[in-house]
């Protein structure tokens, strides 16, 4: 069951603009909190200061019966006898009773009292701190009241309050519009990259409108994707061009194959014939067989051979790969040269000795004279060379010989794959390196593959 939340149907924007909005909350409470507390703690210790110094004056005055000097606005006082009736008095006092029943009674258990009546909150109504002393005379116990009035201290509260209100109101709002500004800056071009691809389907060399007026993160993140679509988009092309290349690659033999099967059930054949036959199938489906492992190894190798490499004796894999290729070489009356004394490098010797057979079996194929294996190291660079006295690659194949299905032959009918040059170049890409035909050694051909530490 899917639960709902509220916060979960809110855009990023509106989620940045809410937490934007709740932190400066936070601060502005706590800020103004501050404020308010210590403009109320400083009214507070001056109108405490003011009210003990008119008790003081009071209770001399009384303890001592002489008259109570003239009462300056906002003080006021009360003599209560331990009956609780007023014996002496302020004029026009803000209330008749300045003790409430409850305050009189914890004065009568205290020396000193201090005490508030009023709320805060509540204008136009009486609002004073008073302070009570126990006074010991003849007659009986008497309670001296002396209260200050607490409107000026309040009013300025109350007005600092309000103000305090509407500047964290109009900063909540600044900070709100700027967090959404903000947000919108950032995630703008974010939502134009989604319409974007949104709308253009499938459509090849579709790229993010990027804007080339900025040089941020989400500009670099736009030109980012736009790079990926390319390679996809080039990868893409490959892929095609390879299945295209696969399916006519195979399609021919399969055609030979079916019209080789065709003839011999049209008619009886002798055993010769269907010998013939079965021999030039079994050719065709070899040659499958080969196109089919050669296609599997180009596969394997796209996820590279870092974890396989170890230290390698590139000379002994070069004898090898020369052994195999001596005695159909001797048979044309060419020969064959391993030149590779004492390199050790860091390969996946299986790889190496794949491409290394496919680049002998090429100068064997289509070369000419003796062939020669070389290796040596140049710094921190491995360099295997496949030479042989042939005339060279053509022109027009330079360039585009270590593409898969890539023949001198354009009209296909040799028995390669056109698979070899470009296992090769497999090769040396997943081991970092590449591969290139050193036209500079004319008239000879040098096939070259190179290996970095």
Request: proline share 5%; aromatic share 6%.
């Amino acid at each position: 069951m899917t639960i709902s939340r509220p916060h979960a149907r809110l855009t990023i924007k509106g989620r940045l603009v809410r937490n934007v909005a709740a932190a400066m909350l936070v601060v502005l409470v706590a800020t103004s909190g501050f404020v308010f507390w210590r403009v109320g703690y400083g009214l507070d210790r001056q109108l405490s200061r003011d009210l003990r110094a008119y008790n003081d004056v009071v209770t001399q005055a009384v303890t001592s019966q002489t008259d109570v000097p003239v009462q300056t606005p906002g003080q006021w006082y009360q003599v209560i006898d331990q009956d609780g009736d007023i014996i002496a008095s302020s004029s026009k006092p803000p209330v008749p009773r300045l003790l409430t029943p409850a305050l009189e009674s914890k004065a009568l258990q205290s020396r000193t009292t201090d005490a508030e009546r009023g709320s805060l909150l509540r204008a136009g109504t009486y609002a004073f701190r008073l302070k009570t002393t126990r006074w010991i005379r003849p007659e009986g116990a008497a309670t001296i009241v002396t209260a200050i009035s607490r409107r000026p201290r309040d009013e300025t509260l109350r007005e600092l309050l309000g103000q305090l209100a509407v500047a964290d109101l109009l900063v909540l709002i600044a900070a709100s519009y700027v967090g959404y500004r903000t947000a919108s800056g950032a995630l703008d071009p974010v939502e134009r990259y989604r319409v974007f691809a949104a709308g253009t389907g499938e459509t090849t060399g579709a790229r993010l409108p990027v804007g080339a007026e900025r040089d941020d993160e989400l500009t670099r993140l736009g030109h980012t994707f736009n790079d990926l679509l390319d390679r996809l988009e080039r990868a893409n092309e490959r892929e095609h061009q390879f299945l295209a290349d696969a399916a006519h690659e195979l399609r021919t033999p399969l055609a030979l194959m079916s019209a080789e099967v065709e003839l011999a059930l049209h008619k009886p054949r002798d055993a010769e014939y269907l010998r013939n036959v079965v021999v030039a199938v079994a050719g065709e489906t070899e040659r499958m067989a080969n196109l089919a492992n050669a296609l599997l190894d180009l596969g394997e190798l796209e996820g590279g051979v870092s974890s396989s490499r170890r230290p390698a004796d590139i000379g002994a894999i070069l004898v090898s790969g020369a052994d195999r290729y001596r005695p159909p070489l001797e048979r044309e009356g060419r020969g064959i040269l391993v030149d590779a004394p004492n390199v050790v490098w860091p390969v996946s010797e299986p790889w190496i000795d794949a491409a290394v057979r496919n680049l002998v079996s090429n100068a064997a194929r289509y070369g000419a004279g003796t062939v020669t294996l070389s290796a040596w190291t140049d710094g921190d660079l491995l360099v295997i060379a496949v030479d042989d006295e042939g005339e060279g690659f053509p022109d027009d194949l330079v360039d585009r010989a270590f593409d898969r299905f890539t023949r001198a032959d354009a009209s296909r009918t040799t028995r390669g794959s056109g698979l070899g040059l470009a296992l090769v170049l497999s090769v040396a890409r997943a081991h970092g390196g590449t591969t290139r035909i050193a036209t500079e050694q004319e008239p000879t051909t040098r096939v070259v593959m190179e290996i970095p530490l």
